[in-house]
């Protein structure tokens, strides 16, 4: 262990090393760029750009590119970066996470890597926590990017499309994490190529880096569509399939009658309406083709109302309690509440039965942030706090942590923790040391890691006549207006330890000579990122500054972990005086352990979110990238679905053509070709006695589909619309069930847990099942593309 932190901590110097070396050589140029024009200077931009052009790199031209923008912040923001926010943005231009103490200038820092990464016009995103910081940030540091010739962008909730898509096309684009993900996701959910917002992610810089891939990382990104406006389509095909008879006439049939509406073939466990069946089902819904491409939902109910009427059996693969369909494990016999069957099956069922069509939300599209952000050609990150974390992000971001130095020596005095009995004796010392402190003019910030301890201090506080501020993590601007006031003298302002992040406190006048910024936490944390978060706003630049924290046996840390040993050593001491109060580094000690553990536990949780969703990952790759090939195709996609037709066709004839010629399900065979291929004269051509072998019935059936293919092609004269008419029958296809899918994988990951218990990884578990659930999910993909392509009626106004 110990040779490992030695390793970190040399490799930690190395590169400060190689990143000292070149910030010489930036602040080399430092009296040259001076010397030059704002005309001059402004032109750098353009020879930058002709070098890159002419083969140079980024890194080639760092030196001079960071003085360039070094110069111009000088010049427009009246700010010149110091040394140390140089070697922070060449730390952050080279993929690593700069950790820089609260107050050296994080902001000003980025726009020497924002600058140069910038030059090559990819585009560059720069990733606040909220979209105050990202406006604030935009319209301050946007004037240095604009000045110096490039455009800027600021990406909001609130925008349009077109809005946004003008924003990512900026050199340099402001945007929250939210909003950045969720365009990703919603870019992917388009037909037209012209309704995407996103370029190619290149490259980012996240401010508060630790909050964005680490906090809230546990919670991944959903687009949800609505699903409840179906109910009635259920209970109207359910209506439509309890009217039909079933089809028990043997395969081996001479004629070609149909003896019902229906038929199942039990060993597969498919159900289909026959030629009957059809035609009686367009007149009931008063169509002219049943499997015309607008009738594809119709179509997909009736399968399902089929399914769940003749198929699935009551109390033996569900049951009905209390209004509710539950799900039988045909396993253990056992109900499985909380499960339901995918793909409108559940629906299906409770229509049948007569039941409350439960209303529901279905994912269209769901992303966790470490595999977004892992998308990027590039990341890098700043965080006053990221330490503590570095082990999560190599590994699963492979990105480096680097302690930048400060500026000026840090001030602050950190005392020892202080423990208390009981909640009350805690709150009371609180209370008393704020008084303390504001009686004599030194503005203090007290932290609280919950809404009801702020809530209990602020009535405390009210009570001894304090004049106060209470803010909770909300984070809007009238927020950060307050954080700012936080170091004016007498002020006393109570925060969530979040609240505030991104924003500078800084001291009002005297207040350095009083002490500086008194910070005293109520509780500590489940992350000690978090403690030091909230340390680190007193002490910035140099100035004085005073913390600690005040804990109790009864705070939930304490309680849950360590609680009973430091309660003996704190019995061992007090004898048993109620107002008895500790101050030793071994309490603090003993919280810290406290404190590694729920953090090896959070990062365990987190590491399972992304070893569940990297099987999603590469699902959603493969669909997303064969969506975009066929949203970006311009001259035919006729190989596309024609391999979907024929592979088709070869599963459905393998399925039926298994064994001998007599054993040859002709009646099924028969029903596919007419439901998914032809019209019922073309298949009446079909004699399935005559052919002798599964190939030669292929064979058949292929020359069959590419007759079809051609009328088609001739009864939309102009390439263009065959083309458009394509595009909309896979994209149809595939976002349905890929929604499903989805669905269907959020329900598996849910009940994988169960297998646990049975002796088996439940990791390996999903990715075993989720594999063949993809596996059919494409088969059914190809099914439903044949069926529809081959049924629908060509009309000329096509669009998707």
């Not at 909730?157 to 900026?170: E, G, H, V």
């Not at 209970?235 to 439509?240: E, G, M, S, T, V």
């Not at 190989?639 to 979907?644: D, K, T």
């Amino acid at each position: 262990m110990v040779n490992i932190l030695k390793k970190l901590y040399n490799s930690d110097k190395r590169e400060l090393k190689k990143f000292e070396k070149l910030a010489d050589k930036v602040e080399g140029y430092a009296d040259e760029y001076s010397k030059l024009s704002d005309e001059e200077l402004q032109a750098k931009t353009t020879e930058f750009r002709e070098r890159l052009k002419k083969g140079e790199t980024l890194d080639d031209l760092l030196p001079e590119a960071f003085a360039t923008c070094r110069e111009g912040a000088k010049r427009v923001l009246g700010l010149f970066p110091f040394r140390v926010q140089i070697i922070g943005g060449i730390s952050l231009h080279f993929g690593n996470i700069s950790e820089m103490m609260t107050g050296e200038g994080k902001t000003l820092t980025a726009t020497m890597p924002v600058y140069l990464n910038a030059l090559t016009g990819d585009g560059v995103h720069v990733v606040t926590v909220n979209e105050y910081l990202s406006s604030r940030d935009e319209e301050e540091m946007g004037q240095l990017y604009r000045w110096l010739g490039l455009t800027v962008g600021l990406n909001l909730n609130s925008m349009t499309p077109d809005q946004k898509r003008a924003a990512y096309d900026c050199d340099v684009t402001y945007s929250t994490n939210a909003e950045l993900g969720f365009d990703y996701l919603r870019d992917n959910m388009v037909v037209y190529k012209e309704q995407m917002v996103q370029r190619p992610l290149n490259y980012a810089i996240i401010d508060e880096v630790d909050s964005i891939l680490i906090d809230e990382a546990r919670t991944p990104l959903i687009i949800s569509g609505e699903a409840a406006q179906a109910n009635g389509e259920y209970i109207r095909a359910d209506r439509f399939v309890k009217t039909l008879t079933e089809d028990k006439s043997d395969d081996d049939v001479e004629d070609d009658k149909d003896y019902g509406d229906y038929k199942i073939d039990w060993p597969t466990k498919t159900i289909s309406l026959t030629r009957q069946g059809i035609a009686k089902a367009c007149k009931h819904f008063g169509l002219k083709n049943l499997y015309d491409v607008e009738n594809q939902v119709l179509v997909h109910h009736i399968d399902q109302a089929l399914r769940a009427n003749y198929i699935m059996l009551k109390d033996i693969d569900y049951v009905v309690q209390d209004g509710e369909v539950l799900i039988v494990d045909s396993f253990t016999g056992r109900v499985m509440k909380g499960r339901r069957y995918s793909d409108g099956l559940h629906q299906a069922i409770e229509a049948k039965e007569g039941v409350k069509i439960q209303e529901e939300s279905k994912t269209q599209a769901t992303i966790t942030y470490q595999n977004f952000f892992r998308m990027y050609k590039k990341l890098s990150g700043m965080t006053g706090t990221a330490k503590t974390e570095e082990e999560e992000f190599r590994e699963i971001y492979n990105m480096q942590v680097i302690t930048i130095p400060t500026n000026r020596p840090i001030q602050r005095k950190d005392m020892p923790d202080i423990l208390y009995p009981t909640l009350d004796s805690k709150f009371h010392a609180v209370v008393e040391e704020i008084k303390k402190r504001h009686a004599k003019g030194q503005p203090v910030l007290v932290g609280t890691v919950a809404i009801e301890s702020s809530e209990r201090l602020s009535h405390l506080l009210d009570e001894a006549n304090i004049p106060h501020a209470v803010l909770n993590a909300k984070n809007h601007a009238k927020e950060a207006e307050i954080i700012m006031k936080a170091g004016q003298r007498g002020a006393v302002t109570i925060a969530t330890n979040m609240a505030g992040r991104g924003t500078d406190i800084k001291l009002g006048p005297g207040v350095k000579e009083l002490g500086g910024l008194a910070v005293i936490g109520t509780e500590r944390h489940e992350s000690r990122r978090i403690d030091n978060q909230l340390r680190g706003r007193s002490g910035r630049q140099g100035d004085p500054g005073y913390s600690r924290f005040y804990l109790s046996l009864e705070d939930d840390l304490m309680k849950r972990f360590g609680g009973d040993r430091v309660k003996v050593f704190l019995d061992r001491i007090s004898d048993n005086d109620e107002d008895k109060v500790i101050e030793s580094r071994m309490i603090t000690r003993q919280v810290e352990s406290a404190q590694k553990r729920v953090e090896g536990n959070n990062y365990d949780t987190r590491k399972q979110t992304l070893q569940y969703d990297d099987v999603m990952r590469i699902q959603r790759e493969i669909i997303y990238g064969e969506r975009m090939q066929v949203i970006e195709e311009t001259k035919t996609l006729k190989p596309v679905l024609m391999g979907m037709v024929k592979r088709t066709i070869d599963h459905q004839v393998d399925l039926y053509t298994q064994g001998e010629k007599k054993d040859w399900r002709n009646d099924s065979l028969r029903d596919f070709i007419v439901s998914s291929l032809t019209n019922e004269e073309v298949a009446d051509e079909i004699n399935l006695k005559d052919i002798q072998t599964a190939d030669e019935l292929k064979k058949k059936l292929y020359e069959l589909a590419e007759e079809n293919y051609k009328d088609k092609a001739d009864t939309l004269s102009d390439p263009s619309q065959m083309l458009e008419f394509e595009k909309v029958v896979i994209l149809r296809v595939v976002d349905d069930r890929w929604t499903d899918h989805i669905d269907a994988m959020d329900q598996l990951r849910q009940s994988i847990g169960l297998r646990g218990y049975g002796q088996l990884n439940p990791l390996v578990e999903y990715q075993e099942s989720g594999y063949r659930m993809f596996e059919e999910m494409i088969s059914n993909i190809e099914f439903d593309a044949t069926r529809l392509f081959m049924k629908a009626q060509i009309r000329q106004n096509i669009a998707r």
